[in-house]
């Protein structure tokens, strides 16, 4: 499988830019101020890109950008990015502020690393750039960037956490999720320390190095940073899934496994145990419906599309094409032990390619994110969003009933016999 490799210049790929990169995955932090240094066009392309649900603060569903323009081009940016720094810290008291640099301030060549340090000691809290031209290469390098943004917070306070404590790396509380995997470690008696990033806040990320475990769902996003905590901090990292019922458990057994104690898994299995007693009858419906469907996946982590391909087959659904913007080799090789030797394995695909791949194989229903939707719709076949824009939980118990409940309203919805 060829995949890791820069998209043909040129080429409409599925993948978005490295500034889109870095800018989903701190874009959840909700007491951080995010500028995006740059034109406008890039501030409205991420503008709440994703859910990110709060429990508190929502400073971060506001899009700041320095609209940076011809003239701004010409004699350079710096000054007008120093103002609306002074200008928005004063006027929103954020805990730190990530400023974003895009491709034209990585032509012009802007010191927005000067300008951060300037304003950080100025207003006594951390503002940390982000260099993220878009044009520097993939999606996954603008996780890398993010993770080394991130870094720059870990260690910084110090702050005592029982023993049993965790952080919850790679989930972005797109609709909620997290406070379902919350309510789940509450219950095994595990305490969450950070939650990076989703409804994430700076004070506990400054604290994450103190936390005995990294769990990193969202490994393509997230790992970079796993593996630097446990170069600087010795903090060990497992990776997890929370999506479809084998993951959701394994995760649950896997953190009690860690920390060694009986007790942990004890508590671990009565809720699997009590989770499934409501789930599986209620699922059983929904696979009688949907038995012998097909689906098509195209997703931006191979790590999801793993979870989708079992949560799939556990409610009678084949898949038949399989894809990621940033699955390396192992992804790969694990999705074609779990799928049939006809599924079609595609990386770092584009939307003529994917479209003739669904109607080759017969799709019935296509799950991906905001750029696959259009394709689904104008091929006349159900969607289910797993990515940025999903307003239902998928995580968990429950949210595979969400998931089954969705993917059944999608495909069995009448709507397809009029456009086919
Ligand atoms: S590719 Fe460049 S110009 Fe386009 S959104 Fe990304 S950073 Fe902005």
Sequence with gaps: ????????????????????????????????????HGPIGCAAYTWDIRGSLSSGPE????????DLREKDVIFGGITKLGASLEELIELHHPKAAFVYTTCIVGVIGDDVEGICKEMSLKKGIPVIPVQAPGFQGSKKDGYRIACESLFQLVGTQNRPIPQ?????????????????????????????????????????????HNASLNVVQCSGSMMHLAKMMKDKYGTPFMRVSYFGIEDMSD????????????????????????????LLPALAPY???????????????????????????????KTVIVGSQTGDKDDYELIQQLCDPDTIIVDDSNPVELSAFVKEKKAD??????????IAYKIGLGFCDHNHERKEALAGYEGMLNFAKEVYGTIMSPVWKYVK
């Design 287 to 317: 696979k009688k419906a949907l038995s012998g469907k097909k689906a098509a996946i195209y997703v931006g982590g191979a790590f999801k599309a793993i979870s989708l391909i079992k949560a799939l087959r556990l409610i009678g659904i």
């Design 59 to 66: 400073l971060h569903r506001l899009s700041f950008c320095t």
């Design 1 to 36: 499988m060829t995949c890791g490799k820069a998209s043909l210049a040129g080429s409409v790929s599925q993948r978005a830019c490295v500034f889109c990169g870095s800018r989903v995955v701190l874009y959840p932090i909700v007491d951080a101020l995010h500028i995006i």
């Design 251 to 278: 995760a649950l057994y896997e953190v009690a496994n860690f920390f060694k104690s009986e007790e942990l898994l004890d508590r671990a299995r009565d809720i699997v145990k009590e989770e499934l007693a409501d």
């Design 164 to 208: 049993y404590s965790i952080n919850i790396l790679g989930d972005f509380n797109l609709a909620g999720e997290l406070w379902i995997l919350l309510k789940y470690y509450k219950r095994m008696g595990i305490y969450v320390n950070a939650t990076i990033t989703g409804d994430g806040r700076v004070d506990d990320i400054c604290n994450a």
């Design 365 to 374: 229903l296509f799950i991906g994110g905001v750029k696959e939707r259009p």
